[in-house]
């Protein structure tokens, strides 16, 4: 840790209430360059537990940056990992207000939903596969709360990855069912799709994402729960919505799941 617990206290303050307010900021390498990823969790902890302070839940965890589409299209190089606060999920079919959110964009993930606990080190996709209930389409919204969505690494593990809102629905799918690699998805923008994909394009396997989650948990000693909704990371490039947008994902074998921005 480079950082001091007043400051990971404060750091975390403002990008809450940043969220909060739907409004950007300036990203915190700028300000404090030694920053390493333990300070970066340690923030993003913070602001879970502020939001816990409050009342909410933390329903589901996500992992983010593993497919090399969304990689480039950030400029950056390895995966990383948030959560989910209860007043993130929308229901399917359902509005997300923009008036609330800075500049958001929408992502096709695949969801996983597990039936038992993963713990890692040594967490492998056989053993993700064996611990999951079903997995189904789910649609993430993401808004960083850095300035025109400009940031490094350090500075979204410290904004929860961008965590925003997200929507999950469709027909669940038995893993023994599909094959999560080649399983196809299509992302449609007011009736026209705007995104295509294949399982594999997160990591090779949507399940290596969640085996990567369980891995990092186990370096402070955590798991994944059983009957923990995870969000496996964006198939493809993020697209950019506004009011109006009508937003569907249809995932070959699962249905679909849209929601609308007003
Ligand atoms: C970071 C979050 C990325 C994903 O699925 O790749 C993410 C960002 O691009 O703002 O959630
Ligand atoms: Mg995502």
Redesign the pocket.
């Known amino acids: 840790m480079k950082l001091d617990q007043a400051t990971i206290t404060a750091l975390a303050e403002r990008l809450e209430n940043c969220e909060l307010q739907a409004q950007d900021t300036t990203k915190i390498t700028d300000e404090h360059p030694d920053m390493d990823w333990d300070d970066a969790y340690a923030i993003q902890n913070t602001i879970k537990a502020r939001k816990i302070a409050r009342g909410a839940r933390i329903i589901g965890l ?1 992992a ?4 090399h589409a ?1 990689m480039k299209q ?1 400029g950056v190089s390895t995966p ?1 990992f948030g959560f989910m606060a209860d007043y993130y999920a929308v229901p399917d079919g359902g509005e997300v207000k923009v008036s609330e959110l800075i500049h958001p964009k929408v ?1 096709p ?1 695949i969801a996983f939903v597990t039936k038992s606990e993963l713990r890692g080190p040594g967490c492998h996709i056989g053993a993700v596969l064996a611990a999951t209930d079903f997995v189904m389409p789910g649609i ?1 919204v ?1 808004d ?1 709360r850095y300035r025109d ?1 400009k940031f490094d690494l350090k500075s ?1 593990v410290a904004d929860n ?3 925003a809102r997200f929507v999950v629905g469709g027909q669940p799918a038995d893993v023994a069912d599909v094959d999560l690699r080649t399983v196809g998805i299509v992302m449609e923008k007011n009736g026209v799709p705007v995104a295509f994909g294949a399982g594999a394009a997160v990591l090779g396997h949507p399940a290596a994402a969640i085996a990567m989650l369980a891995n990092h948990l186990a370096a402070s000693g955590e798991c994944i729960p059983a009957g923990t909704l995870i ?1 496996s ?2 198939i493809t490039e ?1 697209v950019s919505v506004s009011a109006g947008d009508n937003v569907t994902l249809r995932v070959q074998g699962m249905g679909s799941t849209s929601l609308r921005f007003v």
């Open positions: 996500k983010g940056l593993t497919s969304k950030m990383v992502e993930e993430e993401i960083s969505f979204v990855t961008s965590a969000l990371g964006g993020a």
